[in-house]
């Protein structure tokens, strides 16, 4: 299965006619995943044309209000469409906090039940599995308690080489399963057959990781390893270091530089300060570093 990544919100702290702050929707393996759900997040759902109905889990990195603002009008707006299945919503502790007393203030019911799981680790921990998919928390350096997320395809199952295979007739297709699992084969005769003849190297697994918002961290990159795909924070141009340390945010050089230390495919960059005009001096920058580099584009659908 593909997986795609469309980026419904990019830009810093306020929103602006042609962008919004912070949030992404993922699918891979067939599930739905929400990063970060910044103010006018469902509205940016729409226009991608994403079903609201198939996202049942919600990443919220940090509490600051353009990456979770949105998420009180979305969660509302699930029960006007009638959700009646849990909605698992991970984020730092004090979320639950947030949303109950908005739902109380505003006598909003929900009619289906919210899942919290809160988070309060300085270290990375799985935080989501299934039988395809997981997730882990990568630990960031704000202002505030914040996370970024890695989403990690599980191994996929191995191929069949028929060619191979039928030259070996006791060999039927209910010994199949077990060959896709990795496991050798022996014949009548005791001989064993080592699984790499018989099956070839399935696709490559997917990995994702999203980092926003944080300063220059170089903890992360062992978390962060060759993954496919690396959305970082680029807040500022790297004249504005010092700005940058101070509120707890990435120029687009180090973000390039983490890319390059942690050997990762691609790089996606985001969370621009609204004093650029221009994006692209960003990828300028940052392609000195990363040649590997690009801008997001609103509500572009992404095949990773």
């Known amino acids: 299965m593909s997986t795609y990544l469309t980026i419904l919100g990019f830009n810093s702290a306020i929103p602006t006619v042609n962008t919004s702050p912070t949030a992404q929707l993922l699918e891979m393996e067939e599930r739905c995943f929400l990063i970060d759900c910044g103010e006018g997040t469902q509205v940016q759902l729409r226009k991608a044309k994403a079903k609201f109905s198939k996202i049942n889990h919600i ?5 600051h209000g353009d990456h979770c603002f949105g998420l009180p009008g979305l969660i509302a707006s699930f029960r006007l469409l009638g959700r009646d299945i849990p909605l698992h919503v991970y984020g730092p502790k004090g979320i639950k906090k947030m949303l109950d007393t908005i739902f109380s203030i505003t006598e909003t019911h929900r009619g289906f039940e919210v899942i919290y799981h809160e988070l309060d680790k300085n270290y990375s921990e799985k935080i989501y599995e299934d039988n395809r998919v ?5 630990p960031l350096d704000h202002r505030i308690y914040c996370n970024g997320y890695l989403f990690k395809e599980k191994p996929k199952e191995r191929h069949i080489n028929i060619e191979e295979i039928s030259k070996y007739p006791e060999i039927e297709t209910c010994d199949y399963h077990n060959l896709k699992a990795g496991k050798d084969y022996v014949l009548s005769d005791g001989y064993i057959l080592k699984n790499e003849i018989l099956t070839i190297d399935p696709v490559a697994s997917i990995t994702y990781a999203f980092c926003s918002d944080t300063r220059y961290l170089e903890s992360i990159i062992p978390i ?6 690396l959305y970082h924070e680029s807040t500022f141009l790297h004249d504005l270091k010092e700005m940058a340390d101070y509120t707890g945010h990435t120029t687009a050089l180090e973000a390039a530089t983490i890319a390059k230390k942690a050997e990762v495919e691609k790089l996606i960059l985001g969370h621009f300060s609204n004093r650029y005009g221009d994006l692209t001096v960003f990828t300028d920058e940052a392609r000195a570093v990363f040649p590997n580099t690009y ?6 659908c992404v095949k990773i």
């Open 134 to 138: 997981e997730v882990y928390t990568i």
């Open 59 to 63: 990443f919220i990195s940090h509490l």
């Open 295 to 300: 801008l997001p584009k609103a509500l572009e």
């Open 224 to 229: 962060i390893k060759n993954v496919t795909v």
